[in-house]
């Protein structure tokens, strides 16, 4: 069977994050996620979950999330089961998040194949994304596989995590899938630059594609201390008594990341290095960078912003107000619920300061 709308297909987007790095758009009612950073009518959720359409059938999507977030995603992605909206009671990291739906999952479709996605990443080429997660559910479908997808480096950058590849000689069934080297943190200046010169390594994406058997056991011999507790809820998954016995488990997890408790330590792990126009879009300068400029540099998403003798400006403002910037270089300029941000560009690690006051 072809993996187009495989039923064994299934989609986590893993959606509990409360970042508030586009502040004051973003805040921890309504984060990153939920919002609609570009102006184009959809929220980051909604484009995940819209990249996928053709591969996983709405039944088979699945979002973990902060309870306090069960309403937005519901309201977001309407076509998708209620049922289906996992709600974490406290924050644990990734390896918890990622063990209470493979086993939620495990219990309806021991034969399922899985894709788990962050739900606020961009991607321009969908085309080239479908065709690549489509190669690689198949390969997962027929091995005992971790994949992980790894972008194709386009500068230096220092705020992505970075896999090597052992480049020589591709896996036996697919010839776009390598195995994984190491996994290397997040570089000083320099370090990118000898990652992005010698071509074995490409950005860490966090978007993994595997059989629900596989992160299982993978999860059982690395991490016993979570699966043992997911393991355990096997009798109530799906009934009534979930949600309470998830609010009295899950805070029993750990909180470890799913790259250290699984991807740097089993064996059967691969990289499928792509380039389908990937961003985590994590700062406003990473939204300056992705959207479209005019001549003298500036981005305005907004229905009424006019630039004089600026240039390098981010503008975001699209609660229909007219908006006039002049004399600026290098600054954003964000309105969102009666707050107004003006900022250095370059000093924008300082907006998680100024929005907790």
């Known amino acids: 069977m072809s993996t187009q709308m495989n039923p064994n297909n299934h989609l986590v987007i893993m959606a509990g994050g409360v970042g508030s790095r586009f502040w004051p758009m973003s805040t921890e009612e309504c984060p990153k996620q939920f919002i609609d950073v570009f102006g184009t009518g959809r929220t980051f959720i909604q484009m995940t979950y819209d990249r996928f359409k053709g591969l996983v059938a709405p039944e088979n999507v699945w979002v973990v999330t902060s309870q306090k977030y069960a309403g937005i995603v519901a309201e977001q992605l309407p076509d998708m089961p209620k049922g289906n909206i996992l709600l974490e009671p406290c924050r644990r990291n990734t390896a918890p998040c990622i063990a209470y739906v493979s086993w939620r999952i495990k219990a309806k479709n021991p034969k399922a194949n899985l894709v788990v996605t962050p739900a606020d990443h961009l991607v321009t080429d969908v085309v080239e994304f479908q065709r690549v997660i489509s190669s690689a559910l198949k390969f997962t479908a027929e091995t005992d596989a971790i994949v992980t997808l790894g972008m194709h480096p386009t500068r230096p950058e220092t705020g992505y995590g970075y896999i090597q590849a052992d480049m020589q000689e591709p896996s036996l069934r697919n010839r776009e899938i390598f ?136 503008v975001h403002t699209t609660e229909e107000r007219r908006v006039v910037v002049q004399g600026l270089d290098g600054y954003i300029v964000a309105e969102k619920n009666n707050t107004l941000l003006v900022c250095k560009l370059a000093e924008e690690q300082r907006i998680k300061d100024f929005s907790a006051e």
């Open 179 to 314: 195995r994984v080297d190491s996994f290397k943190e997040k570089p000083d200046l320099a370090t990118a630059q000898e990652y992005l010169k010698s071509k074995d390594f490409f950005w860490n994406s966090g978007i993994f594609i595997w059989n629900v058997s596989t992160i299982v056991n993978s999860l059982r011999i690395y991490e016993p201390e979570i699966s043992n507790i997911f393991e355990d809820l096997l009798p109530v998954y799906g009934t009534d008594q979930e949600q309470k016995m998830i609010n009295l488990k899950f805070p029993l997890c750990p909180s470890i990341s799913i790259d250290y408790a699984v991807m740097e330590r089993a064996d059967e792990i691969f990289v499928f290095p792509a380039d389908f126009g990937w961003s985590d879009v994590g700062t406003w300068g990473s939204l300056h960078t992705l959207a479209e400029k005019d001549a003298n540099g500036n981005s305005a998403i907004g229905e009424n912003v006019k630039f004089y003798d600026s240039k390098n400006c981010v």
